[in-house]
């Protein structure tokens, strides 16, 4: 099974601020990697997909990179709609597996 | 509108049974694998099994192999997960979402809103 792991496990940050969260498999996942956000009371919601790729309607501050171990989810300028737990996924190989997420709350 | 909504959740006693139905519409639900993710009280996600568009392919979490059993009604648009030996640990909200139309190791690009199921003496 393909361990997941992310940090850091929570962030404070400011309105504004360019957010950097971090996602590490135990073995190369390729680019078979995916982000969600969830917020409060909400089901999760796809962001990107193939480490880099947004989903349909994600706004365009949100930006993936990384292939293999490491990977990156990048806000360039939060917003207040933005505070939410963010989970990674390998979609590599199964169990499908996710992240602890990282949770991104107001400073 | 693409939709997922689930339901049959509720509270049920430690060695018991229950079966969750998801209803999907606004698109076509015999083209996707289909799966089920849940989400015990403050923690994280967990993949709990999947189904390919014909039924002829399923898997499921080691932690629940053997007492759970996903099945489809493509002619009703219907998902279900049916779970028997029911464990505390259990106890989470349950998500139906949306794989990959032909692969079966996907991103999630839909999800219900979640069952709740609680497993109480």
């Known amino acids: 099974e393909i361990m997941m792991t992310q940090s850091p496990a929570t962030l404070s940050v400011s309105p504004g601020e360019r957010v950097t969260l971090s996602c590490r498999a135990s073995q190369s996942v390729l680019t078979n990697l995916a982000w969600y956000q969830q917020k409060p009371g909400q089901s999760p919601r796809l962001l990107i997909y193939?480490?880099?790729t947004r989903a349909t309607g994600v706004p365009a501050r949100f930006s993936g990179s990384g292939s293999g171990t490491e990977f990156t989810l990048t806000i360039s300028s939060l917003q207040s709609e933005d505070f939410a737990v963010y989970y990674c996924?390998?979609?590599?190989?199964?169990?499908?597996?996710f992240g602890g997420g990282t949770k991104v709350g107001i400073k | 509108e693409v939709q997922l909504v689930e339901s049959g959740g509720g509270l049920v006693q430690p060695g018991g049974s229950l079966r969750l139905s998801c209803a999907a519409s606004g698109f076509s639900f015999r083209s996707y694998w289909m799966h089920w993710v849940r989400q015990a009280p403050g923690k994280g996600l967990e993949w709990v099994s999947r189904i390919n568009s014909y039924e002829s392919s399923t898997s499921y979490a080691d932690s629940v192999q053997g007492r759970f059993t996903i099945s489809r009604d493509n002619a009703k648009n219907t998902l279900y997960l049916q779970m028997s030996r029911l464990r505390a640990e259990d106890t989470a909200i349950y998500y139906c979402?949306?794989?990959?139309?032909?692969?079966?190791?996907?991103?999630?690009?839909?999800w219900g809103q979640g069952t709740m199921v609680t497993v109480s003496s």
């Open positions: 979402v949306r794989g990959g139309q032909y692969l079966a190791l996907d991103a999630f690009d839909i």
């Open positions: 193939g480490a880099s």
């Open positions: 996924q390998q979609f590599l190989e199964g169990p499908l597996t």
